[in-house]
């Protein structure tokens, strides 16, 4: 079972708060004022009564009516002001906390975002606390906690009117409050329950329907058209349901709220009306009690739906604290080592150990031992899970690894920011990521400074700057969500570009021509050939001219480096290389002198 949440967490966010003192000082007088202006209406209504219409003296009632549409602007105004600020207030702070979360997530490694949630939502999952929970929290600080001080001052302030108006009649209202309370609060949980629970299959209607149609072609490829349309309509109905549902409760909650609320106003005229006829209180004062009695019924209500109001922002104050309180594996040390410039680029890993944190028992990586000098050309190759890209993730250090030591330029990864050490190495994916933006936003992805004639030299030498121009506005054209608009090749040419750009000492390239047609990993081989000249090179490698090209390769086998060497030398002095070539590059193995621009199958 899920422990409820505690309220007072939201204490820790009040720190948030104290930039915006003077606001929450004037929000707080306004507030005051309005919920005066609230209780002297009740006064201002036994005034009309008593020495206007009762007393029939014209001059008295102008005079009362005056005062109260005075108290009335004053309100008005109070009103306004304090809606204004605290709802400036609670959007300030759910601004303020999704920055603060934003930037606290920048620093986690890859590794928390897929594996570092109790519920194993993922990045969805942290999309959603930066959204939802922070728009709950925006709420309650907005608008539910105002309404909640409001409402207490106005019902302590109507109960002390009350108890000076009429002593035993109070008495009466404060044991019938609770009585008519209570059934009204019963149905508006089911009516909030309900709510929620519609809420979350209009949800699953939007999740299935965005699933369908996103996938349209292999939905219509593999004739689901009539499966899809049985299973949301079974959704559809399940929405109805629960909607009928929520609003026969809704219908009941009107019904029996109308009925609680006259039926005590009426037993409260009743008796009172009784006094006033025994000449124990004036029609005004009773009209005053009515006033009064009402508001304090009210303000219990509405206390009581901050309450639930309360409970929701907890947890959505629990969600967004965890993500704080994450504490990032990697981190800068705190004086930590800079690297010689110009770099060299060489790369020495030492007895080399590694297993993933949701894997710890399966090494991945095992007594690895590597010295690529600058400049070198190196080409990683062995079977899928061998431990080449996990290689590279280490040098970027998205993790660091459990045993062992890598060094660059002499310097210990762990000695060194890693925002320095990731500035002197580029990134080519076998799946590029494109953001949102235009073509030149996305090559000055790690370079946001770079001119506009730097961003064509990087497309031009990525062979990407042909099919650039020719979008419909150039570099300035939107690519869509991912680069959606692209190729797998031409997404790969901006790619490298973006790295191009960078002009990095170390380069990591894992597979990045693995899914391309002839024609597009031409471009991109030539590209990288570019890329790759003057710097030391990481490739994990599936194409033969690469292989060839390469000043040695690493056979990587369960993550361990079982050869090193050049093409030929591995092709007669290691068994897995002969067989790897014999399946991946198409190579027949008795001739070693086969083209080396063979087709690949990997």
């Not at 204004?84 to 601004?95: D, H, M, P, S």
């Not at 009773?286 to 309450?307: K, N, R």
Request: hydrophobic residues 45%; charged residues 20%; glycine residues 8%.
């Amino acid at each position: 079972m899920t422990p409820r949440p505690n309220p007072r967490v939201l204490l820790r966010l009040l720190s948030l708060l104290s930039p915006y003192r003077w606001r929450l000082v004037g929000a707080g007088i306004a507030l005051l004022v309005a919920s005066g202006s609230v209780l002297l209406l009740g006064q201002g209504l036994r005034l009309i009564i008593d020495r206007g219409f009762m007393a029939e003296d014209v001059t008295s009632l102008n005079q009362a009516l005056s005062g109260l549409l005075g108290v009335v602007g004053v309100l008005a105004i109070a009103s306004a002001a304090r809606y204004y600020l605290v709802t400036w207030i609670g959007e300030r702070l759910a601004a303020d906390l999704r920055r603060q979360v934003f930037d606290h997530l920048l620093t986690l490694e890859p590794d928390f975002f897929e594996n570092g949630l109790h519920d194993n939502g993922g990045a969805g999952e942290i999309q959603s606390r930066l959204t939802a929970d922070t728009s709950v929290l925006q709420s309650l600080f907005g608008s539910s906690l105002s309404v909640a001080l409001r409402n207490l001052l106005m019902l302590i302030g109507a109960v002390i009117l009350m108890l000076i108006t009429q002593p035993w009649l109070s008495a009466l209202v404060l044991l019938g409050i609770p009585a008519t309370v209570l059934p009204i609060l019963w149905f508006g949980r089911r009516v909030r329950r309900l709510s929620r629970h519609s809420q979350d299959r209009i949800a699953e209607l939007g999740r299935y329907a965005g699933e369908a149609l996103g996938g349209i072609r292999t939905l219509q490829a593999f004739g689901h058209e009539d499966e899809d349309r049985r299973v949301y309509g079974g959704h559809v109905e399940s929405a109805f349901a629960v909607a009928v549902a929520r609003t026969r409760q809704r219908a009941w909650l009107t019904g029996i709220a109308m009925l609680v609320v006259f039926t005590a106003v009426a037993f409260m005229l009743w008796q009172g009306g009784h006094a006033v006829l025994a000449g124990e209180m004036s029609a005004g004062e009773l009209s005053a009690f009515v006033f009064y009695a009402v508001l304090a019924a009210g303000a219990v209500a509405a206390l009581a739906e901050v309450a639930g109001d309360v409970q929701r922002a907890s947890g959505a104050a629990e969600r967004l604290l965890e993500l704080l309180d994450t504490t990032a594996n990697i981190q800068a040390p705190p004086a930590p080592r800079t690297l010689a410039y110009p770099l060299r680029g060489e790369i020495v890993a030492q007895r080399l150990c590694f297993a993933y944190p949701s894997r710890p028992d399966t090494p991945v990586l095992a007594d690895i031992d590597i010295h690529i000098r600058p400049g070198e050309r190196i080409a990683l190759v062995g079977p899928s899970g061998a431990g080449k890209s996990t290689l590279l993730q280490l040098l970027l250090r998205f993790y660091d690894p459990d045993q062992g030591q890598l060094f660059l330029d002499g310097v210990n990864l762990r000695d060194l920011d890693p925002a320095e050490l990731r500035h002197a190495i580029g990134m080519v994916a076998q799946e590029p990521v494109l953001f949102s933006g235009s073509a030149a936003d996305n090559i000055r992805y790690g370079t946001p400074n770079a001119s506009g004639e730097e961003v064509h030299q990087a497309a031009r030498d990525a062979n990407a700057l042909a099919f650039i121009e020719a979008l419909p506005n150039g570099f300035d054209s939107y690519l869509g969500p991912g680069g959606v608009q692209l190729s797998g090749g031409q997404r790969q040419r901006l790619a490298i570009a973006r790295a191009l750009l960078r002009n990095p000492t170390v380069l990591l390239l894992d597979e990045a021509t693995s899914a391309l047609d002839a024609e597009s990993e031409r471009l991109v081989q030539e590209a990288l050939d570019r890329l790759m000249v003057g710097r030391t090179s990481l490739v994990v490698a599936h194409r033969l001219a690469t292989v060839v090209a390469a000043d040695r390769l690493l056979v990587f086998d369960h993550g361990r480096l079982v050869g090193v060497g050049t093409h030929a030398q591995l092709l007669e002095s290691n068994s897995l290389y002969r067989h790897l070539a014999s399946l991946q590059f198409d190579l027949d193995v008795q001739n070693t002198d086969s083209s080396p621009n063979l087709e690949t199958h990997s």
